[in-house]
T-cell receptor, first 112, second 111 residues
Framework: NAGVMQNPRHLVRRRGQEARLRCSPM?????VYWYRQLPEEGLKFMVY????????ESGMPKERFSAEFPKEGPSILRIQQVVRGDSAAYFC??????????FGSGTRLTVV | GQQLNQSPQSMFIQEGEDVSMNCTSS?????WLWYKQDPGEGPVLLIA?????ELTSNGRLTAQFGITRKDSFLNISASIPSDVGIYFC???????????FGKGTRLSVIA
């Protein structure tokens, strides 16, 4: 039973480009969460999704960031027109209906 | 928004010593979790606490869920070099609500 799979592990983008981060939850998990971690900081919640629905996006920046979790396929966190301040580690977690969070290994985004 | 205050920020200890770290919150959580993060990896769950007053052990690790539901501590006994890493507390209001994380305790173990 594979864990939470995130790809790519490392992503380098020039300022103004788009970044797409993917997360495949554990089998049987229908809840997906995205977190951002800056160096020397804890994880900050961004968005919580269930299949085809955004449940809570209170941690998402109002512009340039979007997330989806389609009926088929992985959850996608999309950052448009990236800026240097978007450089961070982005973690995805998934959980089943009963709760309990499993984290992926993260995507490290570097904006140059 | 909700915040967790985690202390200490960092610790340097001798191998074999016991370690204690804690988290406090201004609001109530119904779930407390403790994670360890190694460099370049995601957080890995160490201990989950679901009931106020609960004391749970996992090998050399022991954690407690405070009676007020606003605090938790983690103890590591007889530390070893592989305990090195960043330890995070996290709280959730209920089953699937998003986690709120502390800023972490960076543990260094001197052999």
């Amino acid at each position: 039973n594979a864990g939470v799979m995130q790809n790519p592990r490392h992503l380098v983008r020039r300022r103004g480009q788009e970044a797409r981060l993917r997360c495949s939850p554990m089998k049987g998990h229908s809840h997906v969460y995205w977190y951002r971690q800056l160096p020397e900081e804890g994880l900050k919640f961004m968005v919580y999704l269930q299949k085809e629905n955004i449940i809570d996006e209170s941690g998402m920046p109002k512009e340039r960031f979007s997330a989806e979790f389609p009926k088929e396929g992985p959850s996608i966190l999309r950052i448009q027109q990236v800026v240097r301040g978007d450089s961070a580690a982005y973690f995805c977690a998934s959980s089943p209906d009963a709760g309990g969070y499993t984290f992926g290994s993260g995507t490290r985004l570097t904006v140059v | 928004g909700q915040q967790l205050n985690q202390s200490p920020q960092s610790m340097f200890i001798q191998e074999g010593e016991d370690v204690s770290m804690n988290c406090t919150s201004s609001s109530i959580f119904n779930t407390w979790l403790w994670y360890k993060q190694d460099p370049g990896e995601g957080p890995v769950l160490l201990i989950a606490l679901y009931k106020a007053g609960e004391l749970t052990s996992n090998g050399r690790l022991t954690a407690q869920f405070g009676i007020t539901r606003k605090d938790s501590f983690l103890n590591i006994s007889a530390s070893i070099p592989s305990d090195v890493g960043i330890y995070f507390c996290a709280g959730a209001a209920s089953g699937n609500t998003p986690l709120v994380f502390g800023k972490g305790t960076r543990l260094s173990v001197i052999a």
